[in-house]
């Protein structure tokens, strides 16, 4: 019952987040920026995926050539390719996004959670940790939802299981992607970030899977962006690291 409230209240600090940007206007368009720049990507490369995803199947079905009913699953496997494409973007998008508006995003977290004592770092010193982060963290998600891919394709189980999974999976680490900010903020490297959000891991799970299931409806995620990262400043600050204080400068 506990894990139960505890993702509840994971949920509430999305919306948490949507209540500061909605108070707070000008920080949620400044942070649309960079989320339509990335949306504006996404768009153009799944554009090319799905009007390229029957020559693709064919080209990666050779095997099938002979096969009397290889147009249907040529038809399935672009289909496929397609929603494997989307799934990816929906978890990409929240890492080339804090990538792209590393500069925004700083600012807008720190204004929602002001840490005193922190040093702000020019976005240029800052971006290939980010860069580097983002990857670690994709790697993680495809180690996991690469599997998860092919075993959609099982009866039953692949319809009604592994969505779930996946959504958990995707959810917390796009929690991991959102968090990094205010935690940095706080001193903590990788390592210490994914402890934290594994010792709290039904509030991360919460918060992560209501924002992947918005950033599932098209244009939403670029709407909802600025408020995910005030949730999970909000996140970082009243529940996973209430007592933290930034590291010491020494002169």
Known sequence: MRSVRDFMAGVGFFFQGVGWVARNGRWWLFGLIPALIAFAVYVVALVFLGTNATDLAEFLTPFADSW????????????????????LAVLTFTALTLVIGEPFYEKLSGAVDPVDGVEEQPWWRTLPRSIKDSLVTLGFVLMFTIPLF???????????????????????????????????????????????????????????????VLF????????????AVAGAALLVRTRLAPGAEAPRVHA
Do not use: C, N, Y
């Open 68 to 87: 009397g009913w290889r147009d249907a699953f040529r038809a399935m496997v672009g289909v496929a390719l397609f929603l494997g494409g989307l799934a």
């Open 150 to 212: 092919f075993l959609g394709f099982i009866p039953v189980v692949g319809q009604t299981v592994v969505p779930v999974v996946g959504a958990a999976i995707s959810g917390f680490f796009l929690t991991v992607e959102l968090t990094t900010l205010a935690l940095e903020r706080r001193g903590m490297a990788r390592k210490q970030r994914l402890a934290l959000l594994r010792g709290s891991k039904p509030a991360a799970l919460g918060f992560g899977v209501a924002v992947f």
């Open 216 to 227: 599932l409806v098209p244009f939403v995620a670029v709407l909802a962006m600025p408020a």
